[in-house]
């Protein structure tokens, strides 16, 4: 039964109005949460004892660095299950990620960047994070860049679903680097194995910024799904039959 | 509440240019982000509809 | 069906493959990929001969020392079990601190003394009000007290 549905919903028809109707509702939710999590990042946050108010990236800096990998993720998983069963909405969604994902990933680079500066007395280093950060950006310009150059959509959903999963070796890279290697960069506040090394104000209000960008990410990719469906799908009549075309 | 006046606020303890600049930048992608996706709607509505109105008017079209 | 299976066992392989293969390079190259070296590899020979490199560690307590001409700085690098002097010209970023962490970038000389070219900051991952940070330190520091013989003869 369960197998019917989701290949039900698997159906560009069936998911282009789901998620129409959803987006509107997002776009709120992200909304508040933004505006709740800029709230606690400015006025309930207080100073921080080591790095006084530069500290106050981290609320955009982390959610940024977080969504950087975990759009990856979910690209490379998007674009395996595309490759495996052939359904056309999942290499959609993949190709949906990637743009976000690339944008998250440039504004986890500058914040800590402009961070970098203050604190530590350098805008850039090679150490293990940064340079592997850096080779994420460059994993999502590939997989725009190699779909951009493959005139047939479904290659194009092959090879870049084959960049995107090599690519996902990355990730574990990013995520473990200060732990393997020497880094400029210090370890993670927050952890599977200790209690998280914040203030809770702060912490509070990190995880709502990373709750605002959730939401933001699947908005935003949702309406870039549509985009994608209509232009890849423009010849299928359930398009024509669309309310917005016909009107 | 740690600020005493909105010059305070607005200094950031001397990283202004640092934080602002973080979050005005931030602000400014998602802006563009949301903005470009909204281009890209109608352009792609506009191409269906063109090829609707060419298809009713029994042409043949190309890509 | 078949041909489904037959694909998501070639990805699973390659996934496999690729994950060995980086698992392999890293950990072979592991040593090319550090930032920075600790004290006790410069004890031990295991740094760059002739060229510059960088070190990492705790800046002692107490022994930041600022030399008349104003911009010369001499400090000590440790790891806890080894020292390295350090001497500097120039500016100390703002979390520059005695008791925290630090990178330098230079050469050693003859002495042994380190001189750096660059200094950064490294900063750990703890976050937390003054107040709080005041607090942990007196509790600190009575714990210290308490028992003289082990944490108080650190510092």
Redesign the interface.
């Known amino acids: 039964m369960s197998a019917i549905n989701w290949f039900k919903y698997a159906a560009p028809q069936t998911f282009y109005p789901l998620a129409g109707r959803l987006i509107p509702w997002l776009y709120v939710i992200a909304t508040l949460l933004a505006l709740a999590g800029i709230y606690i990042s400015f006025v309930i946050a207080p100073t921080d004892f080591q790095q006084g108010e530069a500290y106050r990236i981290i609320f955009v800096h982390v959610p940024a660095a977080w969504m950087s990998m975990v759009i990856y993720l979910a690209m490379a998983f998007w674009a395996a299950i595309g490759l495996v069963f052939n359904t056309r909405l999942s290499s959609m969604m993949a190709q949906a990620l990637a743009p976000t994902g690339a944008l998250f990933t440039l504004l986890a680079l500058v914040t800590g960047s402009l961070w970098g500066r203050p604190t530590w007395g350098t805008w850039w280093v090679w150490d293990a994070r940064l340079t592997s950060e850096l080779i994420l950006l460059f994993l999502y310009i590939g997989f725009i860049a190699l779909r951009a150059s493959i005139d047939s959509p479904q290659r194009a959903d092959r090879a870049t679903a084959v960049l995107a999963i090599v690519g996902a070796v990355n990730v574990p890279i990013i995520y473990f680097s200060v732990r393997w290697w020497n880094t400029l960069h210090q370890g993670a506040s927050i952890n599977m194995s200790s209690a998280p090394k914040m203030a809770v104000t702060m912490l509070t209000g990190m995880l709502i910024m990373a709750l605002a960008s959730w939401v933001y990410s699947i908005a935003v990719t949702f309406v870039r799904v549509r985009c994608i469906i209509l232009e890849r799908e423009r010849h299928a009549g359930w398009v024509r039959q669309l309310e917005e075309v016909k009107s | ?3 005493n006046s909105w010059s305070e ?1 607005l200094a ?4 202004a240019g ?2 602002w ?3 005005g ?2 602000l400014l ?2 802006i563009c ?2 903005f470009a ?1 909204r281009l ?2 109608r352009k ?2 506009a ?3 063109q ?2 109105s060419w298809s009713d008017q029994g042409l043949e079209y190309q890509e | 069906m078949k041909l489904r299976y037959k694909r998501a066992s070639l990805i699973g392989a390659a996934i496999v493959a690729v994950a060995l293969a980086v698992t392999l390079i890293l950990s072979a190259f592991r040593s090319n990929i550090v930032f920075f070296y600790t004290p006790t590899q410069v004890a031990n020979g295991e740094v760059p001969k002739d060229a510059s490199f960088r070190i990492g560690g705790m800046v002692v307590e107490h022994s930041l020392e600022r030399q008349p001409d104003g911009l010369t700085v001499h400090f000590v690098v440790t790891d806890t079990v080894k020292h390295i002097p350090v001497s500097y010209q120039g500016i100390l970023p703002d979390l520059f601190k005695e008791g925290k962490g630090v990178v330098a970038q230079g050469v050693l000389d003859l002495e042994g003394r380190f001189i750096a070219s660059n200094v950064l900051a490294k900063h750990d991952e703890n976050y937390m009000p003054p107040e709080a940070a005041e607090a942990l330190k007196r509790a600190k520091a009575a714990e210290a007290t308490q028992t003289p013989g082990t944490a108080g003869s650190k510092s």
């Open positions: 509440m740690q600020w606020f950031m303890g001397g990283y640092y934080v600049g973080s979050f930048l931030t992608v998602i982000e949301v996706l890209r709607r792609a509505i191409r269906v509809k090829l609707q």
